[in-house]
């Protein structure tokens, strides 16, 4: 099926470890994007890239990384978790930044 | 960045009743979305809406850009409306990075 996938759903980390979260898209968009979403707050970009090859830093970068090898993947890693990390984490992509968006089911993150 | 931000944060309404979810932002922009969050956490995409008026169905919204705000409208609300509905917009200087409002929490009753 067609969409954003997600994975993982749920994640519990230690403080201190890393882990991957991973994102892909199917409908060959160039735009792609993660946020995050804390209790009783709007999304806040993480990073985004506009094509393979190519990332920038959103509005709340710092503790995350992102690379952009093929135009289906858009993977974010948590080099060393904190408790300050605990989101609720989504990704989304589109053919055009200016148009609607397609968003992933989000993953749950717990950082104890 | 810019700021959004969204009036009012909770609404509870009779199935029935007709609602106006408001969007105010800080500065130009090139890229208005209004997305519906349902219950279980899943965004959709409701319009962009940059400027002007566009329907769909039950739900219209209506963006001023020279005043710097944007109107959802709900006619008719249905259960399954409930949910929060974000308001996001990209400035013309990079629309490429997208600000969120906090959201308006909507309750529809039976």
């Known amino acids: 099926n067609a969409g954003v996938t997600q994975t993982p759903k749920f994640q519990v980390l230690k403080t201190g470890q890393s882990m991957t979260l991973q994102c892909a898209q199917d409908m060959n968009h160039e735009y792609m994007s993660w946020y995050r979403q804390d209790p009783g707050m709007g999304l806040r970009l993480i990073h985004y890239s506009v094509g393979a090859g190519i990332t920038d830093q959103g509005e709340v970068p710092n503790g995350y990384n992102v690379s952009r090898s093929t135009t289906e993947d858009f993977p974010l890693r948590l080099l060393s978790a904190a408790p300050s990390q605990t989101s609720v984490y989504f990704c989304?992509?589109?053919?055009?930044?200016?148009?609607?968006?397609?968003f992933g089911s989000g993953t749950r993150l717990t950082v104890v | 960045g810019i700021q959004v931000e969204q009036s009012p944060p909770d609404l509870i309404l009779q199935e029935g009743a007709n609602s106006t979810l408001r969007c105010n932002f800080s500065?130009?922009?090139?890229?208005l979305q209004w997305f519906h969050q349902n219950p279980w956490g899943q965004l959709i995409n409701l319009f962009y809406i940059p400027s002007g008026t566009k329907q769909n169905g039950r739900l219209s919204a209506t963006t001023v850009a020279t005043e710097r705000y944007s109107l959802l409208y709900i006619s008719s609300s249905q259960t399954t409306d409930s949910g929060v509905y974000f308001c996001a917009v990209g400035a013309q200087y990079n629309f490429n990075k997208f600000y969120f409002g906090s959201g308006t929490k909507l309750n529809v009753k039976p």
């Open positions: 500065d130009s922009v090139n890229n």
């Open positions: 989304a992509s589109s053919s055009d930044s200016l148009y609607g968006y397609t």
